[in-house]
């Protein structure tokens, strides 16, 4: 129940529209209890005309209600006790519906709430975060996860209200009309709380697996479909289907059980109560055979405990229904209690227009083993053009990363003119610096839209005047539909050229002061390299430039090298400088070309 009081939250707001759907569950369990009294005087008024022997515990008002039905004709009495019956299964019925439609539509409230949250922690959440987490599994947590809550929800809290209402109503008619029968048969009831408790626990350790499973799934079908071509070029579309199938054949095996058992645990609650109903049929019927209960009066005993057959089923569903939303809710709840690395303090300040320099004073850094950047001292002024060069590993992502508070120094600290990132806000912060990178990342959506994303008030002319300037304008016109077509996922429907100037207009709508450049040009052919550097040139104009080199030929032309070896400073020079008195970039060079 703590996990489930975390979630509480997100029902509060519809707590009004939650508490008349329990009024109605209350209403249609006490109007199906009075629908079934309706049995006594039909068996034994109407039909055999004879009194009904009530205990005299039974209200004054419902025995004066007696005496005056039995002073009726047989006609009126038949009449009369139809016409009720019609009208209470008319009301009956009307509070079930209201309390299902009403309990569902506060479960899609509540639940869309939850959704919403889960993805707003994850827009939230540092990119630490991601890099420890399959995609899958956390596509499965808003989806697969929050379904199983769904399920929960609409199925547990209806069954857990209205159940218990009719278990209270059937309980009390049938202690009213026969309190030590009553208890003898009530007695029965606790022994379904031993297989509730063993099934119960299989049933949350199988829900976990299940959850696992699905989140396998999840992961290898995104894994596969986006790399499909891949699986095509080494036709491993068999080895790949395979390794699904076993996966899907595990999730089958842990649905499969879960089902054996919860129905198990169904069954042996019916057989308890098939018990105790036939204890009250043997003992009862004693009572009527010897005149001490009228046939009517026995009749509505015996519905009375029959009654509380399919509730307490359902309540031992709920239980199994219960175990495997406990996973879910487990799960849903980490992600929502998961904080940021990084953060803002209460008292950030929006950070002017970067006019100065970017400074790094004595930053290390490391992710979870051991440090990456080591003793970075560095200073950019504002319009130079660095390239930060060094081996695979070398920490060259890591030190741009932190300009953006993608991370935090694990010691030392970032200024941007001499205010500490950390005492700004993100915002103010990332909306000052670009980022083209080497496999630009484009949206499932339109050319404009994907040109608009980082300035969504952008006019039409803007994101033209963008597209011109990187040189997209015209393999743009050429679509069918221009600017409003749309790309396709993670815009295949673009050669690599294409989708890198709609990336550099991206940047250059954004118009930001600082500029990262992750080797944008590495994966081009020669063609589509000249429009990108063309449209790169521009894009770099009057800006503070970062460029990540993986190709040391093409940063000739920068203002610094910054050469980085094993997460340290080691040169800093021009090109021809490097190569003279560096030998970590000269051997880096010689590896390039000269090889």
Known sequence: MKIYRKLLPYLKPHVGLFAIASLCMVAASLLEGISLGMLAPLIDVVVLNRPIHLP???????SHALQALQAMGPLMKLNLVVGLALLLFLLKNLAIFGQTYLMSDVAMRFLRDVRNAIYQRYQQLSLDFFSGERTGDLISRITNDVAVLHNAFTEGINDLVYHS????VFGAMAVAIDWRLALVVLFLIPSIGYPMVRIGKALRKLGIMAQERMSDLNSHLIETLQGIRIVKAFTAEEREAARFGSVNQQYYKASVKTVKRREALAGITELIGIAAGLLVLEVGGRAVLRNE????TFALFVGSLLSLLQPIKKLSRLHATNQQALVA???????????PSVTEKPDAVALPRFREQIRFEDVWFRYDGPFVLRGVNLTVHAGEVVAIAGASGGGKTTLVNLISRFYDPTRGRVTLSGVDLRDVTLHSLRAQVGLVTQDPFLFHDTVRANIAFGNTNATFEEVEQAAKAANADDFIRRFSKGYESSVGDLGIRLSGGERQRLAIARAILKDPPILILDEATSQLDSESEAFVQEALERL??????FVIAHRLST???????????????AEVGSHEQLLQGSPVYRRLYELQVAG
């Open 165 to 168: 209402a009719r278990i209270i």
């Open 293 to 296: 209960l009228s046939p009517g």
């Open 540 to 545: 770099m104009r009057n800006r503070t430039v």
């Open 329 to 339: 809710a487990k799960r849903v709840v980490e992600i929502l209690e998961t904080r």
């Open 56 to 62: 005299s515990s039974v209200p004054s008002f419902l």
């Open 555 to 569: 940063i000739r032309n920068v203002d610094r090298i910054i050469v980085l070896d094993e997460g340290r400073v």
